[in-house]
């Protein structure tokens, strides 16, 4: 089992930044993909970023690619995800997700809010 749990999420002004951060315990990550996922009020949740665990490969949904930067460090089980230039329309909850290649099955955080003010 992967236990997850997010952080750094916040209340900030438009333009600013966050960096939100994602702790894994219960097993070694370092050969999972981690990923970052959100949700606003009355919408689905999407996509926002990934990185794969040995060649750190990243992608980023198109709303973000150049403002959102994922990183990881194996050393610490953990995932960040580096927020830039954000907008309101980022305001969500944002989750951390886990998953082995080939997987469907994914582990989930619990979610961080991030709100961004006009």
């Known amino acids: 089992q992967v236990q997850l749990v997010e952080s750094g999420g916040g209340l900030v002004q438009a333009g600013g930044s966050l960096r939100l951060s994602c702790r894994a315990s219960?097993?070694?990550?370092?050969?999972?993909?981690m990923g970052w996922f959100r949700q606003a009020p009355g919408k689905e949740r999407e996509f926002v970023a990934s990185i794969t665990g040995i060649f750190r490969s990243t992608d980023y949904a198109d709303s973000v690619k150049g403002r959102f930067a994922i990183s990881r460090d194996n050393a610490k089980n953990t995932v960040y995800l580096q927020l830039n230039s954000l907008k309101p329309q980022d305001t969500a909850v944002y989750y951390c997700?886990?998953?082995?290649?080939?997987?469907?099955?994914?582990?989930w955080g619990q979610g961080t809010q991030v709100t961004v003010s006009s």
């Open positions: 997700a886990a998953w082995t290649a080939g997987s469907t099955y994914k582990y």
């Open positions: 219960g097993r070694t990550v370092s050969t999972y993909t």
